[in-house]
């Protein structure tokens, strides 16, 4: 895997994840994560619906020639926007979007990538995540494979990081279920590595309907 793909993934490189808990604070809330057993139906649920409704917008951002203001790379984005209809999972997917292509441009200053980057950060009209992650990808050159397992393994790590922030498991019990969680990640990304746009769907209605909730909460850790 290509070192710099080590470094855009890495929990501390500033995309905002941080803050955002993938309505699993809603979940929590609504008394859904009772137990160990709870909590990995419910990220087993997570990773399922990231690769089937998030993967197939990052493939058509990665796939798309370099040129980020042709061949549809804004097109793409407000096409993301329109599928996003819950207005929760909207919000934080654009906020992430932004934070990540600022971040990714202040780090490859002085390249040729970086260029793409401030391009893609001037003309998409919302930047989701995924299709600023897919963008970016490809304009540092690394491996489709690696860039999409990358994209997928940070969705969960930031579930994980917030259910320990939630008080839901602790720190080393969360390392010890994503890693018994790896070979699912695997067949996510093998069942999903030529679906596109037209594709893309929810096969996790609880989580959706949980995240919608977020803003009516008595009391929020996280922005979504």
């Known amino acids: 895997m290509d070192s710099r793909l080590l470094q855009l993934a890495d929990s501390a490189f500033p995309t905002g994840a941080f803050a955002h808990s993938f309505g699993f604070e809603a979940v929590h809330q609504l008394g859904k994560l009772r137990d160990e057993t709870s909590i990995v139906r419910r990220l087993r649920e997570f990773i399922w619906h990231t690769a089937t409704s998030t993967l197939p917008f990052f493939n058509a951002a990665f796939d798309l020639e370099r040129a980020p203001t042709v061949n549809g790379i804004v097109a793409l984005d407000r096409w993301n926007e329109m599928y996003l209809s819950n207005h929760i999972a909207r919000r934080a997917s654009t906020a992430q979007g932004r934070a ?34 897919g963008s970016t990808f490809r304009a540092i050159d690394v491996a489709r494979a690696d860039a999409r397992r990358v994209h997928l393994f940070a969705a969960l790590r930031g579930v994980t990081s917030a259910l320990v922030r939630l008080g839901a498991m602790g720190p080393l019990r969360s390392q010890k279920l994503m890693f018994d969680l790896h070979p699912l990640l695997d067949e996510a990304l093998d069942a999903t590595e030529g679906l596109l746009p037209d594709d893309a769907t929810s096969v996790a209605p609880f989580l959706e309907i949980a995240q919608t909730l977020h803003d009516r909460l008595y009391s929020r850790l996280f922005q979504s």
């Not at 971040?103 to 919302?126: K, M, N, Q, V």
């Open 100 to 133: 990540f292509l600022l971040a990714s441009e202040a780090t490859l200053e002085g390249t040729e990538a970086s260029t793409i980057i401030r391009a893609l950060r001037e003309e998409l009209p919302h930047a989701h995540v995924a299709v600023a992650m």
